[in-house]
């Protein structure tokens, strides 16, 4: 029933699976026949303190039986104290945006380098370098910074100037000219297939960079929020970008997307805005999925997760080497090399079966993005699934 109303009344820009998922808690999910899924996915990153998370539902019922919203222009207080603990958290002298969405955040990213680029040179810089198989969003602007080009239809042009993607981290020194202002990156490609860079490469090039006075923008949408294990990866890195954006696990799933820039007077009012951005709703929810993190960091529980899982994994690569080249990313945010893509498709489908949610990132790696919080019998449960899968397809 609620299949066909879907398909009647909703547009057609996924290849939705039916399952109706009725209640949620941590990596544990129920659809409305009882069946339960154990979860890594988090909602494609999204889920970082698990589903049905009471601090943060509570804390979220307190705030809008309220105040919901006010609008930005009056003292939005979560908003302070959210944007205060990002930054100490990252342990830069940054200030912070609030907008919806990764995409919206790495639009204001976007917006602050051409500004930089037009306020501190004599001549006007305004390109900006991406990689091959990166994933930025899917507003015209990120689209066309985004390194896939199956995602640059051509119904969608003319689509804006002053982007170009690069092979990789070399090719970038080559290609920066009178006109760059920015390089852009994600330090772990999530939806390109879960692929960490180098981190000599990367320091290298955030060094080439600062000594040049252009941008180096790092898009942690998907890598911040302890997803790497750290705060955020470009500290797990150890770089210090000009400019970085987040999203996904930044409010435990209610929608919100920040920049954060060390150029704090290169927007001047008037330059940006939002009218959801950072109300009061997101921020009392980022606030608490923070404390909620920090606490889960400093007791070492984190640390060992990271451990534990990819150990379970890298078990797992060996057991099926038909069907797996080997197990990468970083952190939490892992994947399945797999041999082709319709091994790929198998396994997401098989687990599926089995009650395991897991995603796809790339044309042939098996994602997995648990929640932060996942406990270590959701870990065992989900391995103990994705045994039963896979070897069914081996
Ligand atoms: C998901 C993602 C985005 C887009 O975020 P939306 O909230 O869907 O706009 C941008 N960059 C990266 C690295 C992402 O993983």
């Given amino acids: 029933m609620f299949e066909k109303m879907d398909k009647d009344f909703v547009l057609h820009t996924y290849a939705r699976n039916y399952v109706n998922f009725k209640q949620g808690i941590n990596a544990t999910l129920y659809d409305d026949k009882g069946k339960d899924y ?5 909602g494609i990153g ?4 698990g589903h049905g998370n009471a601090r943060v539902a509570d804390a979220i019922c307190e705030q809008v039986k309220n105040i919901t919203h006010i609008s930005n222009l009056y003292l939005i207080e979560p908003q302070a104290k959210l944007a205060k603990k990002i930054v100490t958290l990252s342990g830069f002298d940054m200030a912070v945006f609030f907008g919806n969405s990764g995409a919206e955040a790495n639009e204001g990213a976007i917006k602050i380098a051409r500004e930089y680029g037009e306020k501190m040179f004599k001549n006007k810089k305004y390109k900006i370098i991406t990689l091959e198989n990166s994933f930025h ?3 015209i602007t990120t689209v066309k910074a985004t390194g896939q080009t199956s995602f640059h239809k051509p119904y969608f042009s003319p689509y804006p100037e002053g982007f170009s993607f690069n092979e ?8 920066i000219d009178d006109e760059t202002v920015a390089v852009m990156i994600e330090l772990v490609q999530g939806e390109g297939g879960v692929q960490p860079f180098d981190k000599k490469e990367i320091q290298k090039l955030a060094a080439f960079l600062k000594e040049k006075g252009l941008l180096l923008i790092v898009d942690e949408v998907q890598t911040g929020i302890y997803r790497s294990g750290e705060f955020l990866a470009t500290n797990l890195y150890e770089i210090e970008p000009d400019i970085i954006t987040l999203a996904k696990g930044l409010a435990g799933g209610v929608p919100i997307g920040a920049v954060m820039t060390k150029h704090k007077d290169i927007f001047e009012p008037g330059d940006h805005g939002s009218t ?4 009061y709703l997101s921020t009392r929810a980022g606030l608490e999925v923070l404390e909620i993190l920090e606490g889960y960091k400093n007791s070492g529980k984190l640390d060992e997760m990271l451990m534990y899982f990819e150990k379970n994994l890298s078990e797992i690569a060996q057991k099926y080497p038909n069907l797996f080249v080997d197990s990468v990313g970083l952190g939490l945010m892992r994947g399945l090399r797999c041999h082709s893509a319709e091994i790929l498709s198998h396994a997401i489908q098989s687990a599926f079966d089995e009650g395991l949610l897991v995603l796809k990132a790339g044309k042939n790696t098996l994602r997995l993005l648990p929640p932060i919080t996942i406990s270590k019998e959701e870990v065992d449960e989900g391995f103990k699934r994705m045994i039963r899968a896979f070897d069914k397809l081996s």
């Fill in 46 to 49: 999204v889920v970082s303190v």
């Fill in 276 to 279: 959801f951005g950072g109300n």
């Fill in 137 to 139: 969003g899917r507003t």
């Fill in 38 to 42: 154990i979860d890594f996915t988090s």
């Fill in 168 to 175: 990789n981290i070399q090719k970038i020194y080559d290609v």
